[in-house]
């Protein structure tokens, strides 16, 4: 996967362990964990959207559902949080296959409406499956995860979780990218019916690579799940999946790293722009705005490009 | 209420907000036609047509004729300027960068209807009384003969301008075929302003009409450009006749499935029937295969 | 000589347009077939039928004695049917090299799950990728490029990228769709020595061409369509003094003629 990942990944790592000795307050920590939570999302995200060139207005759905499945299986069910996080992986991908083959065979505004639909109908299941979900007033006392008889409670423990997952999603999405699986991806972005008669099983690929994406968000919201400990549907609706594509749009859509750095900014920011109480929405929709149109490439590609031109 | 009047009643309530789906969706249809862009932020037309006429007619105290005419101006060049502002600078935009702009509008035109008006939702006076007219067991708001009335006329001058003006078919010309549009002197980037200002006209006239009945609030655009989508997909994406027919279609099957059904999962009707479309035969109703198939994004 | 490619009854047509009527010809391996005809006589058409760009209305194809209409492009693509296209379709984001490496797809197996574990024989596939790939482009002489983006080459070199893309997935047939298009005379005598390498590979060759000068000096049978119509076959001189064949060409001539004069 090249020497610039490698060395990327090691500084990712060696940043992750330091910042908690840096970082005493744990709001910021706190804070840390949602953005390595949203990253898991965003990265798969950025694989569909960035690499394969697939849009989907629908991702919350499958956070939610991870969500959803980890909190009612372990909470109502006495199942370990551990394997009802993979049964929310198993649910959510099984979920995810059953919709992609129809869904991608659709290309750009219907693909999107098509994700955004199913978006908001899980969304409406949530809210009125009450008796598994609770309704719209939600359900609480998720336990949280053990590792043996160690019970993982503060922000730290699932801090280092969370950031050692997303390391490890980060490890298989590259091997992924600089795989031959991932040129296909690629070539399906920059001419589907030209990869196709190049021999790129076209379809299968598309659908792997929404399952996968889908995973990773059930992954995510398995960890929210055992993390917040409260799960109602309002997380998991339409505007997060829109906040979702903003993020990996912001950061930088053909990477993973800018993903990430979108993850981070727009899980930061907001906490900053509290101060400004209702006017988030409005500055946040001009952010948005202003990067697809001046910097359609991200954050990210724009500081390399400025980058390279220093030199 | 026996069964037989209860389905009736059922019935008119679906052909009322069956109409206003069919407006939507003939807003989706105009700007689809002259750009091939899917408009996500149209149901923030719908919203802030309602939000004016509120603000116009309660706030400023201006005549209810005058209100809903200003109203209809006003979000028309919010239209345009969105356009303007927006769309019309960008070079060979990718879908996803417009799915995305057209996103972060609608984010914005409801961060500004909730700055402007605040978050509560508001009402509107019916535009002539609230006497209910009973018909064969059934009642009828006379709004519900507004909506259709206004949505009759507004067909009729689409089919007018469309049909018989040298600029409506410059725009029907430009949905047919941008690149010979532009060859016989059709300036396009105009048409495409105007099809932006002319959905946003539509969709404002509609967000007017149905707020006596439905009432309005800063966050109702997403849903109702959903349910607006889902009928110009049913239709056929492009197809004027298809909106208005699939319109009246989803409006009455939400209404019965809130009705027979349930009234939590009435919104999913309308996304249950657009996925079921998507999925087995997306060129709708009334659209042909080849356009659906040619019309590659 | 067999046939590596059968072509029966083969129809399709674009709502009341009818763009090839009832082909029928056979491609024998090794040979350089060449299909000419006017502007919308079907030739384009039936290369996209052929690589199932779009179904036939009616008739079959059949490739080394199988029936390949009902088969999905990448599958074609594995049966070992390759081609270029008439306005070339690189990839423009990815790199030269890449591009190739795209053609290898078809020939290598590693999925997603060795590709997550970053298994041995997965990396050493990776390396027979690179290096087959690279070969290809060597071939074409643009190893040189390898590292430039596709976008970033001249058209005539987009076309030899795609000729070494449609290699890389070691083809028997080749279907080229105009590969003189566009390019000067001296690049489209290049080109002309590029099909002879090719055939000498051992891969047979199916050629759609306007440049006559081209068809008539590498191909061993032509083909002339009209209004998606066989209505000649035969080698290339053979060809050039059939009078239907010349009446259609004459006709085009004037017809052209006029229509500069129009505009």
Same mark, same amino acid.
């Given at each position: 996967?090249?020497?610039?990942?490698?060395?990327?990944?090691?500084?990712?790592?060696?940043?992750?362990?330091?910042?908690?000795?840096?970082?005493?307050?744990?709001?910021?920590?706190?804070?840390?964990?949602?953005?390595?939570?949203?990253?898991?999302?965003?990265?798969?995200?950025?694989?569909?959207?960035?690499?394969?060139?697939?849009?989907?207005?629908?991702?919350?759905?499958?956070?939610?559902?991870?969500?959803?499945?980890?909190?009612?299986?372990?909470?109502?069910?006495?199942?370990?949080?551990?394997?009802?996080?993979?049964?929310?992986?198993?649910?959510?991908?099984?979920?995810?296959?059953?919709?992609?083959?129809?869904?991608?065979?659709?290309?750009?505004?219907?693909?999107?409406?098509?994700?955004?639909?199913?978006?908001?109908?899980?969304?409406?299941?949530?809210?009125?499956?009450?008796?598994?979900?609770?309704?719209?007033?939600?359900?609480?006392?998720?336990?949280?995860?053990?590792?043996?008889?160690?019970?993982?409670?503060?922000?730290?423990?699932?801090?280092?979780?969370?950031?050692?997952?997303?390391?490890?999603?980060?490890?298989?999405?590259?091997?992924?990218?600089?795989?031959?699986?991932?040129?296909?991806?690629?070539?399906?972005?920059?001419?589907?019916?030209?990869?196709?008669?190049?021999?790129?099983?076209?379809?299968?690929?598309?659908?792997?690579?929404?399952?996968?994406?889908?995973?990773?968000?059930?992954?995510?919201?398995?960890?929210?799940?055992?993390?917040?400990?409260?799960?109602?549907?309002?997380?998991?609706?339409?505007?997060?999946?829109?906040?979702?594509?903003?993020?990996?749009?912001?950061?930088?859509?053909?990477?993973?790293?800018?993903?990430?750095?979108?993850?981070?900014?727009?899980?930061?920011?907001?906490?900053?722009?509290?101060?400004?109480?209702?006017?988030?929405?409005?500055?946040?929709?001009?952010?948005?705005?202003?990067?697809?149109?001046?910097?359609?490439?991200?954050?990210?590609?724009?500081?390399?490009?400025?980058?390279?031109?220093?030199? | 209420?026996?069964?037989?009047?209860?389905?009736?009643?059922?019935?008119?309530?679906?052909?009322?907000?069956?109409?206003?789906?069919?407006?939507?969706?003939?807003?989706?249809?105009?700007?689809?036609?002259?750009?091939?862009?899917?408009?996500?932020?149209?149901?923030?037309?719908?919203?802030?047509?309602?939000?004016?006429?509120?603000?116009?007619?309660?706030?400023?105290?201006?005549?209810?004729?005058?209100?809903?005419?200003?109203?209809?101006?006003?979000?028309?060049?919010?239209?345009?300027?969105?356009?303007?502002? /927006?769309?019309?600078?960008?070079?060979?935009?990718?879908?996803?960068?417009?799915?995305?702009? @057209? =996103? $972060?509008?609608? !984010? %914005? #035109?409801?961060?500004?209807?909730?700055?402007?008006?605040?978050?509560?939702?508001?009402?509107?006076?019916?535009?002539?009384?609230?006497?209910?007219?009973?018909?064969?067991? /059934?009642?009828?708001?006379?709004?519900?003969?507004?909506?259709?009335?206004?949505?009759?006329? @507004? =067909? $009729?001058?689409? !089919? %007018? #301008?469309?049909?018989?003006?040298?600029?409506?078919?410059?725009?029907?010309?430009?949905?047919?075929?941008?690149?010979?549009?532009?060859?016989?002197?059709?300036?396009?980037?105009?048409?495409?302003?105007?099809?932006?200002?002319?959905?946003?006209?539509?969709?404002?006239?509609?967000?007017?009409?149905?707020?006596?009945?439905?009432?309005?609030?800063?966050?109702?655009?997403?849903?109702?450009?959903?349910?607006?989508?889902?009928?110009?997909?049913?239709?056929?994406?492009?197809?004027?006749?298809?909106?208005?027919?699939?319109?009246?279609?989803?409006?009455?099957?939400?209404?019965?499935?809130?009705?027979?059904?349930?009234?939590?999962?009435?919104?999913?009707?309308?996304?249950?029937?657009?996925?079921?479309?998507?999925?087995?035969?997306?060129?709708?109703?009334?659209?042909?295969?080849?356009?659906?198939?040619?019309?590659?994004? | 000589?067999?046939?590596?490619?059968?072509?029966?009854?083969?129809?399709?047509?674009?709502?009341?347009?009818?763009?090839?009527?009832?082909?029928?010809?056979?491609?024998?391996?090794?040979?350089?077939?060449?299909?000419?005809?006017?502007?919308?006589?079907?030739?384009?058409?039936?290369?996209?039928?052929?690589?199932?760009?779009?179904?036939?209305?009616?008739?079959?194809?059949?490739?080394?004695?199988?029936?390949?209409?009902?088969?999905?492009?990448?599958?074609?693509?594995?049966?070992?049917?390759?081609?270029?296209?008439?306005?070339?379709?690189?990839?423009?984001?990815?790199?030269?090299?890449?591009?190739?490496?795209?053609?290898?797809?078809?020939?290598?197996?590693?999925?997603?799950?060795?590709?997550?574990?970053?298994?041995?024989?997965?990396?050493?596939?990776?390396?027979?990728?690179?290096?087959?790939?690279?070969?290809?482009?060597?071939?074409?002489?643009?190893?040189?490029?390898?590292?430039?983006?596709?976008?970033?080459?001249?058209?005539?070199?987009?076309?030899?990228?795609?000729?070494?893309?449609?290699?890389?997935?070691?083809?028997?047939?080749?279907?080229?769709?105009?590969?003189?298009?566009?390019?000067?005379?001296?690049?489209?005598?290049?080109?002309?020595?590029?099909?002879?390498?090719?055939?000498?590979?051992?891969?047979?060759?199916?050629?759609?061409?306007?440049?006559?000068?081209?068809?008539?000096?590498?191909?061993?049978?032509?083909?002339?369509?009209?209004?998606?119509?066989?209505?000649?076959?035969?080698?290339?001189?053979?060809?050039?003094?059939?009078?239907?064949?010349?009446?259609?060409?004459?006709?085009?001539?004037?017809?052209?003629?006029?229509?500069?004069?129009?505009?």
């Amino acid at each position: 996967m090249g020497r610039k990942n490698i060395l990327s990944l090691l500084i990712l790592a060696g940043v992750i362990l330091a910042l908690p000795l840096g970082l005493g307050n744990s709001y910021y920590l706190n804070v840390l964990v949602f953005v390595g939570i949203y990253s898991l999302i965003t990265i798969g995200l950025s694989l569909l959207m960035g690499y394969t060139g697939q849009i989907s207005l629908g991702h919350a759905a499958f956070f939610g559902l991870g969500a959803y499945t980890s909190g009612v299986l372990s909470t109502k069910f006495g199942v370990s949080p551990w394997l009802a996080l993979l049964a929310g992986i198993f649910v959510t991908g099984g979920i995810a296959f059953l919709i992609a083959a129809p869904a991608l065979k659709l290309k750009g505004h219907y693909l999107a409406m098509a994700t955004l639909a199913f978006g908001y109908i899980v969304f409406i299941v949530f809210n009125q499956a009450s008796s598994l979900t609770g309704g719209p007033s939600g359900f609480g006392q998720i336990p949280r995860f053990r590792l043996g008889n160690f019970l993982l409670r503060s922000d730290v423990h699932y801090y280092y979780l969370v950031w050692t997952l997303v390391i490890v999603v980060l490890l298989v999405s590259l091997n992924i990218i600089h795989s031959r699986v991932g040129r296909a991806l690629r070539s399906i972005h920059e001419g589907e019916l030209t990869a196709n008669i190049m021999g790129v099983n076209t379809a299968k690929y598309k659908i792997q690579v929404f399952v996968l994406s889908a995973v990773y968000a059930s992954l995510a919201g398995s960890l929210y799940a055992h993390f917040i400990t409260f799960l109602n549907p309002t997380p998991f609706g339409f505007h997060f999946s829109i906040v979702l594509v903003a993020m990996v749009a912001v950061g930088g859509m053909a990477s993973v790293w800018g993903a990430m750095i979108g993850a981070a900014l727009l899980t930061i920011l907001p906490e900053y722009l509290r101060a400004f109480q209702d006017y988030d929405i409005l500055i946040y929709g001009s952010i948005l705005l202003l990067i697809m149109m001046f910097l359609p490439q991200g954050l990210f590609a724009g500081i390399l490009r400025l980058i390279k031109k220093e030199r | 209420m026996s069964l037989g009047d209860q389905l009736l009643q059922y019935l008119f309530t679906g052909i009322t907000i069956g109409a206003i789906y069919g407006m939507v969706a003939l807003g989706f249809n105009i700007i689809y036609s002259a750009t091939g862009i899917i408009n996500l932020a149209q149901g923030e037309f719908v919203m802030l047509g309602g939000m004016m006429m509120v603000y116009l007619t309660a706030i400023i105290k201006l005549p209810m004729v005058v209100s809903f005419f200003l109203s209809i101006l006003i979000v028309t060049a919010i239209g345009a300027a969105f356009e303007r502002a /927006a769309i019309h600078p960008l070079k060979s935009p990718s879908v996803i960068t417009l799915i995305i702009i @057209t =996103v $972060a509008a609608s !984010i %914005l #035109f409801k961060g500004g209807a909730m700055f402007a008006w605040g978050k509560h939702t508001v009402s509107l006076s019916p535009f002539s009384g609230e006497e209910p007219i009973s018909v064969l067991g /059934a009642t009828i708001l006379p709004q519900t003969l507004w909506i259709l009335g206004i949505m009759a006329a @507004t =067909v $009729a001058l689409l !089919i %007018l #301008f469309f049909g018989f003006t040298l600029t409506g078919k410059a725009m029907r010309a430009c949905a047919a075929n941008r690149t010979a549009a532009s060859l016989v002197g059709i300036n396009v980037k105009t048409m495409v302003l105007l099809s932006f200002a002319l959905s946003a006209g539509i969709g404002a006239t509609a967000g007017i009409i149905i707020t006596p009945i439905a009432l309005m609030n800063y966050d109702r655009g997403t849903m109702l450009a959903v349910k607006g989508f889902s009928v110009a997909v049913l239709g056929g994406l492009g197809s004027n006749v298809g909106a208005v027919v699939a319109g009246f279609i989803i409006g009455i099957m939400e209404s019965l499935g809130a009705g027979f059904i349930s009234s939590g999962y009435k919104d999913a009707i309308a996304l249950v029937v657009l996925l079921l479309v998507l999925f087995l035969k997306p060129s709708g109703l009334l659209g042909s295969r080849e356009r659906a198939e040619f019309k590659k994004f | 000589m067999d046939p590596i490619l059968q072509i029966e009854k083969l129809k399709k047509k674009f709502g009341g347009v009818v763009a090839v009527d009832g082909v029928d010809f056979e491609v024998n391996s090794h040979q350089i077939k060449a299909i000419i005809g006017p502007n919308g006589a079907g030739k384009t058409t039936i290369f996209n039928l052929i690589s199932r760009i779009c179904p036939p209305t009616s008739g079959t194809i059949r490739f080394k004695q199988h029936k390949i209409n009902e088969l999905k492009p990448y599958v074609i693509a594995e049966k070992g049917i390759s081609r270029t296209f008439q306005n070339v379709q690189v990839f423009e984001n990815m790199s030269v090299l890449e591009n190739v490496m795209v053609g290898r797809h078809c020939r290598t197996r590693s999925e997603i799950f060795a590709a997550i574990m970053n298994l041995k024989r997965t990396r050493a596939e990776e390396k027979r990728i690179h290096d087959y790939s690279l070969e290809m482009l060597s071939f074409v002489g643009l190893e040189t490029k390898k590292n430039e983006a596709a976008s970033n080459l001249t058209f005539q070199q987009q076309k030899l990228l795609e000729f070494a893309r449609a290699l890389a997935t070691e083809p028997d047939l080749l279907l080229l769709d105009e590969p003189a298009a566009g390019l000067s005379v001296p690049e489209a005598d290049e080109m002309a020595q590029f099909v002879y390498r090719i055939r000498e590979i051992g891969i047979t060759i199916l050629l759609v061409e306007h440049n006559m000068g081209l068809v008539m000096e590498v191909s061993d049978e032509v083909i002339v369509l009209d209004s998606g119509q066989v209505i000649a076959e035969g080698t290339p001189r053979e060809v050039q003094n059939n009078e239907a064949v010349i009446a259609v060409y004459l006709g085009e001539r004037e017809t052209e003629n006029a229509n500069h004069t129009k505009s």
